[in-house]
């Protein structure tokens, strides 16, 4: 049996995608960030100390961590995700795009989010904000392949990963024009049939 623990309009959207897109049962337990803060609720806490989503439950054992949770996912149900020889080319950028998603990739985008509260005190800080941006956004620009996927040429684990950043590129900052391919890529995957599952029951 399989629970996801879900937050509203978070990256754990992408969890509940996947489990959609391979078609595995799961009960879903979602909730509700704060109306005022925006925060996740304190009774998340009582699911794992760090109150945070997504957090996965299968066969009794509670996983967190958006990557750890897509590995195991795919690893289980569809193998057909990940590189075939483990010792490929394909697999090491497999292992590197799926830290790279939430470790280089989100840091400064939170740092984006967090500074546009503090006004002008945050004024030094914006230009290296903006330039480890667009460097991060050119960098994943260029790792798209002709077929539109990372790493593979059909739908992977580190596309999954990959959206949440590739979304804030194009629907947060609004620079669809300045990555083409980015937004070719999030088109694609929001325009799937279990993304809009997942997205209909994060609405709903």
């Given at each position: 049996m399989i629970k996801l623990y879900h937050l509203n309009q978070s990256r754990s959207l992408r969890i509940m995608w996947?489990?959609?897109?391979?078609?595995?049962?799961?009960?879903?337990?979602?909730?509700?960030?704060?109306?005022?803060?925006?925060?996740?609720?304190?009774?998340l806490k009582e699911i794992h100390p760090l109150g945070k989503a997504p957090m996965l439950e299968?066969?009794?054992?509670?996983?967190?961590?958006?990557?750890?949770?897509?590995?195991?996912?795919?690893q289980r149900y569809a193998p057909q995700m990940l590189p075939a020889d483990?010792?490929?080319?394909?697999a090491m950028a497999h292992l590197q795009l799926m830290h790279f998603a939430e470790g280089s990739a989100m840091t400064p985008l939170l740092l984006g989010i967090y500074t546009s509260r503090l006004g002008e005190a945050a004024a030094p800080l914006q230009?290296?904000?903006?330039?480890?941006?667009?460097?991060?956004?050119?960098?994943?620009?260029a790792q798209l392949r002709p077929s539109g996927h990372f790493v593979l040429d059909d739908l992977s684990a580190v596309d999954v990963m990959m959206l949440f950043p590739a979304q804030a590129a194009v629907h947060r900052l609004g620079l669809s024009e300045a990555y083409p391919k980015l937004a070719a890529?999030?088109?694609a995957i929001e325009a799937r049939p279990a993304f809009q599952?997942?997205?209909?029951r994060d609405n709903g």
């Open positions: 996947l489990l959609e897109e391979i078609g595995v049962p799961y009960e879903l337990c979602s909730y509700q960030r704060d109306s005022e803060t925006f925060l996740a609720p304190e009774t299968i066969d009794g054992q509670l996983i967190t961590e958006s990557a750890a949770i897509v590995e195991v996912l795919c483990e010792n490929s080319a394909e230009p290296r904000i903006r330039s480890e941006t667009k460097n991060h956004f050119d960098y994943m620009e890529y999030v088109a599952r997942a997205l209909a």
